[in-house]
């Protein structure tokens, strides 16, 4: 099975901020991946599929990058809609997918 | 507009069953392959099963393999998980979620509020 692996699992920064995490995939995964924002209470929400394509109606702020095993996903002006829980999910095993485990963007 | 729309959840003893269902509409349900992702309570989202929008593959995750068995009614637009020998750590808000693919990159679209499954005596 893939292993996703998130880091940081969770950081403190202000609105403005530019913030950037990442995610490691166990084995090459070629551009399946995908990620997700998800608020307390609320169903996760696409922000980012293929690496770098942005999900239509998301912010341009948001973008990703990476290939193979290692990707990030950046916030280029981080806003009070954008402290969350950012999850990156693998689609290159169809029909077998697996999430990290997250990383919380709080309030510093 | 899609909607999805879980329902079957509730509280149950460790070793019972539940079977979930997912509603769907504003799609056409058989061209899509869809998915069970679960979260337990303060924990991520773990991928359970998914099925081909067919039917005719499916896969789950390790943790359910053997236990859970996913399926789907074309003609009712509806997803079902049938989860059986349940323990506590299978207690989880359970998402019904539609996939996508662009370009052969699968993701989901779409996801259902959820229905929380507890395990407990």
């Known amino acids: 099975d893939i292993q996703m692996t998130q880091s940081p699992s969770s950081l403190s920064a202000s609105v403005g901020d530019r913030v950037t995490f990442t995610c490691r995939a166990s084995?090459?995964?070629?551009?399946?991946l995908n990620w997700y924002q998800q608020k307390p209470g609320k169903a996760p929400k696409l922000l980012i599929y293929g690496a770098s394509s942005l999900q239509s109606g998301v912010p341009s702020r948001f973008s990703g990058s990476g290939s193979g095993t290692d990707f990030t996903l950046t916030i280029s002006s981080l806003q009070p809609e954008d402290f969350a829980t950012y999850y990156c999910q693998q689609s290159y095993s169809t029909l077998s997918w697996t999430f990290g485990q997250g990383t919380k963007v709080e309030v510093k | 507009e899609v909607q999805l729309l879980e329902s079957g959840g509730g509280l149950v003893q460790p070793g019972g069953s539940l079977r979930l269902s997912c509603a769907t509409s504003?799609?056409?349900?058989?061209?899509?392959?869809m998915s069970w992702v679960r979260q337990a309570p303060g924990k991520g989202l773990e991928w359970v099963s998914g099925?081909?929008?067919?039917?005719?593959?499916?896969d789950y995750a390790d943790s359910v393999e053997g236990r859970f068995t996913i399926s789907r009614d074309n003609s009712k637009n509806t997803l079902y998980l049938q989860m059986n020998s349940l323990r506590a750590e299978d207690t989880a808000l359970y998402y019904c979620a539609k996939e996508r693919a662009v370009s052969g990159i699968y993701f989901v679209d779409y996801w259902g509020q959820g229905t929380l499954v507890t395990v407990s005596s």
């Open positions: 504003g799609f056409t349900f058989n061209s899509y392959a």
């Open positions: 084995q090459s995964i070629s551009n399946y």
């Open positions: 099925i081909s929008g067919g039917g005719t593959n499916t």
